[in-house]
T-cell receptor
Framework: QKEVEQNSGPLSVPEGAIASLNCTYSDRVSQSFFWYRQYSGKSPELIMSIYSNGDKEDGRFTAQLNKASQYVSLLIRDSQPSDSATYLCASMEYGNKLVFGAGTILRVKS | EAGVAQSPRYKIIEKRQSVAFWCNPISGHATLYWYQQILGQGPKLLIQFQNNGVVDDSQLPKDRFSAERLKGVDSTLKIQPAKLEDSAVYLC???????????FGDGTRLSIL
């Protein structure tokens, strides 16, 4: 099985700062990538999807994809304490199977 | 729109016992997934259904795990007999179709004593 790698963190940022979360993937043929947010004890919640190279913005969130480097990132602008959670990166493999990274813990300090 | 429903929320059993989990996907979603999430790890796909057929069960430990989706709607996942390493959260997800975003239920937290 192909792998998705993430720094486990925790990543600590002050309130109002930009949080930058990174992810690398091993399957060169993956075309679709997703970011899920998971609060402690809760289920993963889809927050961003990205399919082509470049940036995709949605409110305070920007996803970035670089297929040549096999790299996906998520930027959270104006971070809030409510953004504190684990962020899971996932790539969709052949057969439409999602492969998840272990997640990065984000802590936003007020 | 109602989300993915799962039950029970929590289950504690002893090793070698059996357990079953139930999932009702979002109405109209053709694809249903069962994931296992061990503490500190990302979800790992166990089995994927398209309507009532199995698409991928390559990571399902078939000697002890089984799953079915007989009428193409709700699904059950069974473990028999349970081992200590099966302690995890079992997540059900569904999507409109195989290439569509997946939406997760709240999961069942299983503890094996």
């Amino acid at each position: 099985q192909k792998e998705v790698e993430q720094n486990s963190g925790p990543l600590s940022v002050p309130e109002g700062a930009i949080a930058s979360l990174n992810c690398t993937y091993s399957d060169r043929v993956s075309q679709s990538f997703f970011w899920y947010r998971q609060y402690s004890g809760k289920s993963p919640e889809l927050i961003m999807s990205i399919y082509s190279n470049g940036d995709k913005e949605d409110g305070r969130f920007t996803a970035q994809l670089n297929k040549a480097s096999q790299y996906v990132s998520l930027l959270i602008r104006d971070s809030q304490p409510s953004d504190s959670a684990t962020y899971l990166c996932a790539s969709m493999e052949y057969g439409n199977k999602l492969v998840f990274g272990a997640g990065t813990i984000l802590r936003v300090k007020s | 729109e109602a989300g993915v429903a799962q039950s029970p929320r929590y289950k504690i059993i002893e090793k070698r016992q059996s357990v079953a989990f139930w999932c009702n996907p979002i109405s109209g979603h053709a694809t249903l997934y069962w994931y296992q999430q061990i503490l500190g790890q990302g979800p790992k796909l166990l089995i994927q259904f398209q309507n009532n057929g199995v698409v991928d069960d390559s990571q399902l430990p078939k000697d002890r795990f089984s799953a079915e989706r007989l009428k193409g709607v709700d699904s059950t996942l069974k473990i028999q007999p349970a081992k200590l390493e099966d302690s995890a959260v079992y997540l059900c997800a569904s999507s409109l179709d195989r290439d569509q975003p997946q939406h997760f239920g709240d999961g069942t937290r299983l503890s094996i004593l």
